[in-house]
């Protein structure tokens, strides 16, 4: 049976990630890195399409699973009439080639215990063939080659291991204090077999490095527990070698079950560089904003008129979309999708996120780099004259381009961040005059066309009715203060229009037109869009509705799976998660929402609000 979203669990070597589920199988790993094909895709499939389970080999439940401390390192306790057996999952941080390590340990009694491993190259489309080589056991097809050894804790615990049904299965029973460490290494089919790590070695150097990471962060607010487990969440989306961010390390998790909103997430977006820069800056994290931050300036670099939504790991441009239609898809969500073609989009909110980037940075004290702020006036100097163009806006939407209210607002953010950086360096070159012009215009046509004064708030876009939880960041990027009557009325507007009992928005008014699409170009809906919760949670509390912003934050909380992980939607009416897991701009969320609470809670006394 297919798990739910939430009941799975993430590990990772900050390069790719894999997806554990409360049953023990590991179905979601892209090797070696968060965008390769996947070796293991039966979270889009089924078991033929790859994946690995150890598990007790009579019926049992995973009485509960955690991660041990403030890592990665995941630990799941299996409790059966004959004993009780914990299974240990992490991916260590990689020297050269990714390991997965999976520890069986014996608690009490005796457990028999089964491994089944098929391995699927090609995102489930290519089986290997398995051979015994020194000892151990490879698998090899085309590019990829992936070995499996066991390592018992002693000479008492045997593991019978042979091949059935294109798998490769392995039992063996584990008494109380026995272990038994099972290691899979991915290298290129061409190159020499890896060194071998010792498992239990590499338990303990991962246990260390994630301790010392996490003892980084500044935060001792009341949500600390959930703070630092969202930053590591971030840590582990993180593509090391470069700096990138994923958004998620998975494909094509659906935002309405069966649906077709099936969307690539393995890249890295430009829409959360502000967000994801300021939550790293509050919390201590200098060494990952600074990685960040260059990684956007690598990425960026080049012509402003070709400056892209999204990126890959490195800063590849080219993120081609395309179907594989053997993979039924999660819960029969097809199509299941590779690539992602709004990277090709125009949005010109992109800009002015970049830019804020930018100025954020240098006012953090991170080290400036010397080519920064001309590239934020080329950005700039394209966006005088584009600002004024129809976009597809924030969300990627796929019918007609229109004037978004969340673009224009952005571009406004854009000439109000170069001003800024003028006032407070006027040796700088650049001219001020000149951006408080733009900026003035972007403000006033703005006011004018994307208001609604009938229903006092703003929309979607200019002309229409629709809502956009986006304009929920209006005061918080400060292009109206927080006591404004039309900030006022959008955050009520967007809170009865767009939220579910209040509390779980959805991104925009998403109106059916005559053939059936919806007004972004698509077929059927989706779920409530958590970070656009957490948004609304910030705008009560900047508007003085300090006790409902906490309750509201609460409830999202409460969303978490059972190891503190967040999708990108949820649905309130099934009470399940939807969409790629985990979501960065989701974690993203929680941390400022939190973060906004402390600083609330430092200037206000208890009770306030």
């Known amino acids: 049976m297919t798990q739910r979203i939430e009941d799975y669990a993430l590990i990772g070597d900050l390069q790719t990630a894999a997806l554990v589920g409360r049953d023990g199988s590991l179905d979601w790993l892209c090797l070696p890195r968060f965008d390769s094909a996947a070796c293991f895709a039966a979270l889009l499939g089924d078991e033929e399409n790859g994946h690995w389970r150890i598990a007790p080999e009579s019926s049992a439940t995973c009485a509960s699973r955690s991660y041990r401390g403030d890592s990665l390192v995941l630990e799941s306790v299996w409790e059966t009439r004959s004993g009780r057996v914990k299974v240990t999952d992490f991916m260590p941080q990689r020297d050269n080639a990714p390991d997965v390590v999976r520890i069986v340990e014996g608690l009490s009694g005796e457990v028999e215990m089964r491994s089944t491993l098929r391995l699927r190259f090609d995102y489930g489309n290519v089986v290997p063939w398995m051979r015994r080589s020194d000892g151990l056991r490879v698998a090899v097809a085309g590019p990829d080659a992936v070995w499996l050894r066991d390592v018992p804790s002693s000479d008492r615990v045997k593991v019978k291991t042979w091949g059935q049904q294109y798998s490769t299965r392995s039992s063996f029973a584990v008494r109380e204090g026995e272990k038994v460490a099972f290691i899979l290494t991915w290298h290129p089919s061409h190159e020499p077999r890896p060194a071998l790590i010792d498992p239990y070695e590499a338990l303990e150097h991962s246990l260390e490095d994630w301790a010392l990471w996490a003892a980084k962060c500044t935060y001792d607010g009341p949500y600390r527990e959930a703070v630092l487990r969202s930053l590591i969440t971030l840590k582990a989306l993180t593509y090391a070698p470069t700096g990138g961010i994923v958004a998620a390390p998975t494909t094509s998790l659906p935002e309405q079950i069966g649906g077709v909103r099936n969307w690539d997430y393995r890249y890295c977006w430009l829409r959360d560089s502000t967000l994801t820069l300021g939550a790293l800056l509050a919390a201590g994290y200098l060494d990952?904003?600074?990685?960040?931050?260059?990684?956007?300036?690598?990425?960026?670099?080049?012509?402003?008129?070709?400056?892209?939504?999204?990126?890959?790991?490195?800063?590849?441009?080219?993120?081609?979309?395309?179907?594989?239609?053997?993979?039924?898809?999660?819960?029969?969500?097809?199509?299941?999708?590779?690539?992602?073609?709004?990277?090709?989009?125009?949005?010109?909110?992109?800009?002015?996120?970049?830019?804020?980037?930018?100025?954020?940075?240098?006012?953090s004290g991170l080290v400036a780099k010397p080519h920064a702020w001309n590239l934020q006036l080329s950005l700039l100097g394209f966006l005088e004259t584009m600002w004024r163009e129809p976009d597809e806006g924030l969300w990627e939407v796929r019918g007609p381009r229109r004037h978004f209210v969340h673009s224009k607002v952005m571009s406004w953010v854009a000439a109000d961040r170069a001003v800024r950086t003028l006032e407070a360096d006027p040796s700088l070159p650049g001219d001020a005059a000149r951006w408080r012009a733009m900026r003035d215009e972007v403000h006033r046509e703005v006011c004018e066309k994307g208001y609604d004064p009938e229903r006092n708030t703003f929309t979607q876009s200019y002309g229409s009715r629709e809502l956009d939880a986006a304009t929920l960041l209006i005061p918080m990027v400060g292009f109206l203060p927080p006591d404004d009557p039309r900030v006022v009325g959008t955050v009520e507007a967007v809170r009865s229009e767009l939220a579910r009992d209040g509390s779980f928005v959805r991104r925009y008014s998403a109106d059916e037109t005559g053939d059936g699409h919806r007004v972004d170009g698509l077929p059927g809906g989706e779920g409530t869009f958590l970070v656009c919760s957490f948004w609304l949670a910030d705008a009560l509390l900047m508007t003085g509705r300090v006790k409902e912003a906490r309750d509201l934050f609460e409830k999202l909380l409460a969303l978490r799976n059972d190891v503190g992980l967040l999708a990108e939607e949820y649905d309130p009416v099934a009470g399940r998660l939807l969409g790629n897991f985990p979501q960065a701009f989701s974690h993203i969320g929680l941390v400022g929402t939190a973060l906004a609470l402390a600083r609330e809670d430092a200037v206000a006394p208890e009770g306030a609000g």
């Open 288 to 363: 990952e904003a600074a990685h960040w931050r260059d990684w956007l300036l690598r990425a960026v670099a080049g012509d402003p008129a070709d400056l892209k939504i999204m990126y890959g790991l490195g800063g590849e441009r080219r993120l081609p979309e395309t179907e594989l239609p053997w993979l039924a898809g999660y819960e029969g969500s097809a199509p299941v999708r590779i690539g992602n073609d709004a990277a090709e989009q125009l949005q010109l909110d992109v800009y002015g996120e970049v830019i804020d980037s930018l100025y954020v940075a240098r006012g």
